[in-house]
T-cell receptor
Framework: GAVVSQHPSRVICKSGTSVKIECRSL??????MFWYRQFPKKSLMLMAT?????????EQGVEKDKFLINHASLTLSTLTVTSAHPEDSSFYIC??????????FGPGTRLTVL | GIQVEQSPPDLILQEGANSTLRCNFS?????LQWFHQNPWGQLINLFY???GTKQNGRLSATTVATERYSLLYISSSQTTDSGVYFC????????????FGKGTRLSVIA
């Protein structure tokens, strides 16, 4: 099956710093990738849809200036959490859809902001 | 938007037992996937099943699209089956993301 990677898997940072998370589709091209956030013991919450070569589409309530998304190529999307605060601590998961319409998920990035 | 409800929310099984997890959705869909989230957070694709029946080893799934539900069957459960099972649905294709249910938390005890 298709593989989606994420880097880093875990990051701890100080409040006020920015953190970049990379999401790559390793063996297929994805014109669309998705970013989700998951709180402990909760379901996945869609943050934004990342479109290659154009601006991301953000869900209601998600600050686009806070969570910068760039989809520079058909295999790479990045999420940058700017000026991170403790409330941004969460598990961030990306996904990509292949040509069969099946959505595959990365292993996630656990962000802890001190 | 579309609503996805999963039941039961929690399930405890003795090793070797069988179980059925249910996913109801509020509107017609053309994408339905079942996932298993392991203790490390990784979402494992189980089935892509917008309709019909599929089987993979001890797991099988059935989606009755006209009645807007899907079932995931786990037979002869093992402790490694523990985790959260999510049903996610999508309408249309391309840019439309999957909408997740709240999941079923399964614990299989030896």
């Amino acid at each position: 099956g298709a593989v989606v990677s994420q880097h880093p898997s875990r990051v701890i940072c100080k409040s006020g710093t920015s953190v970049k998370i990379e999401c790559r589709s390793l063996d297929f091209q994805a014109t669309t990738m998705f970013w989700y956030r998951q709180f402990p013991k909760k379901s996945l919450m869609l943050m934004a849809t990342s479109n290659e070569g154009s601006k991301a589409t953000y869900e209601q309530g998600v600050e686009k200036d806070k969570f910068l998304i760039n989809h520079a190529s058909l295999t790479l999307s990045t999420l940058t959490v700017t000026s991170a605060h403790p409330e941004d601590s969460s598990f961030y998961i990306c996904s990509a859809r292949d040509l069969t319409d099946t959505q595959y998920f990365g292993p996630g990035t656990r962000l802890t902001v001190l | 938007g579309i609503q996805v409800e999963q039941s039961p929310p929690d399930l405890i099984l003795q090793e070797g037992a069988n179980s059925t997890l249910r996913c109801n959705f509020s509107d017609s869909v053309n994408n339905l996937q079942w996932f298993h989230q392991n203790p490390w957070g990784q979402l494992i694709n189980l089935f892509y099943i917008p309709s019909g029946t599929k089987q993979n080893g001890r797991l099988s799934a059935t989606t009755v699209a006209t009645e807007r539900y899907s079932l995931l069957y786990i037979s002869s459960s093992q402790t490694t089956d523990s985790g959260v099972y999510f049903c996610a649905v999508g309408q249309n294709s391309g840019n439309t993301p999957l909408v997740f249910g709240k999941g079923t938390r399964l614990s299989v005890i030896a």
